[in-house]
């Protein structure tokens, strides 16, 4: 069965450091999304990209990140200074269409020290 | 900005019974709604779903219900197995927004004891 992959499964790094998160969202799925879970709290929406373009963002995703389909296969997360307020598990999804069901990844666990 | 609202944080059940998880809703603009089962370490997986035309979907032991009126759905999972046990979230989705973004509740930790 098809699914959602995600790379790193743990990331530590220092405040101030650039982080890449990397996904590989299902084949035919065009659809794809970055979500965050901080320790104890909900599941949050970053942001949602369609045919090389954001179509929807949240107060979250500020000017620090950014998202890119660099390849066929990829779409990744980018934060460039990150903070000790970004330390969450990351989730990518996508779906086959814009109304479609989201299938999400295993997640990333980032820790900012 | 609680728009998707799971009130119980926790809910335990007796092998073979039913659960019930319930979500409240405030934005009427919301048309599709979700469930999803995560386990510890893992990320959400999808279990079923309903549109805001319906007012059931059933599918094997799981089945969502909606209530418009009420902007209240549950879902109901008989019987219950201990491998049920995990956290359930309820996520929703609307067409006022170009992107689909999910709004996801709190989620229910439901233990289910053999």
């Known amino acids: 069965e098809p699914e959602v992959t995600q790379t790193p499964s743990h990331q530590v790094t220092q405040m101030g450091q650039e982080v890449i998160l990397r996904c590989v969202p299902i084949?035919?799925?065009?659809?794809f999304y970055w979500y965050r879970q901080i320790l104890g709290q909900k599941v949050e929406f970053l942001v949602s990209f369609y045919n090389n373009e954001i179509s929807e963002k949240s107060e979250i995703f500020d000017d620090q990140f950014s998202v890119e389909r660099p390849d066929g296969s990829n779409f990744t997360l980018k934060i460039r200074s990150t903070k000790l307020e970004d330390s969450a598990m990351y989730f990518c999804a996508s779906s086959v269409g814009q109304s479609g069901t989201q299938y999400f990844g295993p997640g990333t666990r980032l820790l900012v020290l | 900005d609680q728009q998707v609202k799971q009130n119980s944080p926790s809910l335990s059940v007796q092998e073979g019974r039913i659960s019930i998880l319930n979500c409240d809703y405030t934005?009427?603009?919301?048309?599709?709604f979700l469930w999803y089962k995560k386990y510890p370490a893992e990320g959400p997986t999808f279990l079923i779903s309903i549109s805001s035309i319906k007012d059931k979907n059933e599918d094997g032991r799981f089945t969502v219900f909606l209530n418009k009126s009420a902007k209240h759905l549950s879902l109901h999972i008989v019987p219950s197995q201990p491998g049920d046990s995990a956290v359930y979230f309820c996520a929703a989705s609307g067409n006022n927004n170009a992107g689909n973004m999910l709004t996801f509740g709190g989620g229910t930790r439901l233990m289910v004891k053999p």
């Open positions: 084949s035919n799925h065009l659809y």
């Open positions: 934005n009427s603009m919301f048309d599709y």
